[in-house]
């Protein structure tokens, strides 16, 4: 069974700091891609950032410079750390895991993480 566990969201003010981590089970996890995404109410889910099998980096356009995203094979996990948060950062978080070329994509349940003074 392919599970996708997120955690580290939470509520921060702007200007902060949150890391976020996606632990994979089920799959075999240097294989996929990895992605996180984001959505709030009445929107559609936004792509933030993603990391090839290859280690190879992507970012929406909204956090380019401010978030990174990282996997560690070893661990099954991948993580986004977002620095200089702002409130439109606003949004459930998912993870999302890939394999190039196969029907295979998996989501997390989501984190929320919201930005507000």
């Known amino acids: 069974q392919v599970q996708l566990v997120e955690s580290g969201g939470g509520s921060v003010q702007p200007g902060e700091s949150l890391r976020l981590s996606c632990v994979a089970s089920?799959?075999?996890?240097?294989?996929?891609?990895m992605r996180w995404y984001r959505q709030v109410p009445g929107k559609e889910r936004e792509m933030v950032a993603n990391?090839?099998?290859?280690?190879?980096?992507k970012y929406g356009n909204s956090v380019k410079g401010r978030f990174t995203i990282a996997r560690d094979n070893a661990k099954n996990t991948v993580y986004l750390q977002m620095n200089k948060l702002k409130p439109e950062d606003t949004a459930v978080y998912y993870c999302?895991?890939?394999?190039?070329?196969?029907?295979?994509?998996?989501w997390g349940q989501g984190t929320q993480v919201t930005v507000s003074s």
């Open positions: 999302n895991a890939e394999r190039p070329f196969y029907p295979e994509n998996y």
């Open positions: 089920g799959i075999n996890f240097r294989r996929y891609d």
């Open positions: 990391i090839t099998s290859g280690e190879s980096t």
